[in-house]
């Protein structure tokens, strides 16, 4: 019981790693937080620091999902703690407490995340990012369509209510954290990948 309460803290703690900062701090660059769009994600480190510091950040922020969800796998952590271990690994992107609260998007956090707790699905939420954003070459809009359809691939290949919320809780705080995409993309303004004014 006691590591049942212990992984979603831990969970959360290891989101809370910034990559993008971190990355960017080593490296010499500008704080993604103030530079670029303003989001600490890949795509923007990609923007200010090229494909290296980028591969670094993504790297880091799926690693950040995937860790602390085998570890609690590897200790035989009760399912409702495993869901939430992932949870807690995304909130802490979100909002990281090491960070002033200040974080990204959370989308390949998310990604590692739901790998962890379930392959299947995330090889469906990685194909369907991937699908979306090589035919439309908006990583946005493959962001909220991978995020949508987490639940429902979760729902259809676990039989988990509880993964099925879960990811249905992250989907929503994806497309929330994208709310300034959404309008863009309705405006027909969103930069596409590559782009300067990707966000």
């Given amino acids: 019981?006691?590591?049942a309460f212990v992984f979603p803290l831990l969970g959360y703690l290891a989101g809370s790693l910034a990559c993008a900062v971190i990355v960017c701090r080593v490296m010499g660059l500008e704080d993604p937080?103030?530079?670029?769009?303003g989001n600490p994600g890949a795509t923007n480190v990609l923007r200010l620091g090229g494909r290296k510091a980028a591969a670094f950040t993504?790297?880091?922020?799926i690693l950040k999902g995937v860790i602390p969800v085998l570890a609690a796998h590897a200790l035989d952590v009760p399912e409702p703690a495993l869901a939430l271990t992932a949870l807690g690994a995304f909130l802490g992107h979100l909002f990281p407490v090491f960070f002033r609260f200040q974080g990204g998007k959370g989308v390949a956090t998310a990604f590692g995340a739901i790998a962890a707790l379930s392959w299947p699905v995330g090889v469906g939420f990685a194909l369907a990012w991937l699908g979306v954003a090589g035919a439309t070459r908006f990583a946005s809009l493959a962001s909220l369509v991978a995020a949508a359809l987490a639940p429902v691939l979760a729902f259809l290949l676990t039989g988990s209510a509880?993964?099925?919320v879960v990811l249905a809780l992250i989907g929503a705080l994806i497309a929330w954290r994208h709310r300034d995409n959404i309008r863009r993309l309705?405006?027909?303004t969103e930069g596409r990948i590559g782009h300067k004014t990707t966000g």
């Fill in 186 to 188: 309705r405006a027909g």
């Fill in 162 to 164: 509880l993964h099925t």
């Fill in 1 to 3: 019981m006691f590591l």
């Fill in 33 to 37: 937080r103030r530079a670029g769009s």
């Fill in 58 to 61: 993504l790297a880091g922020d």
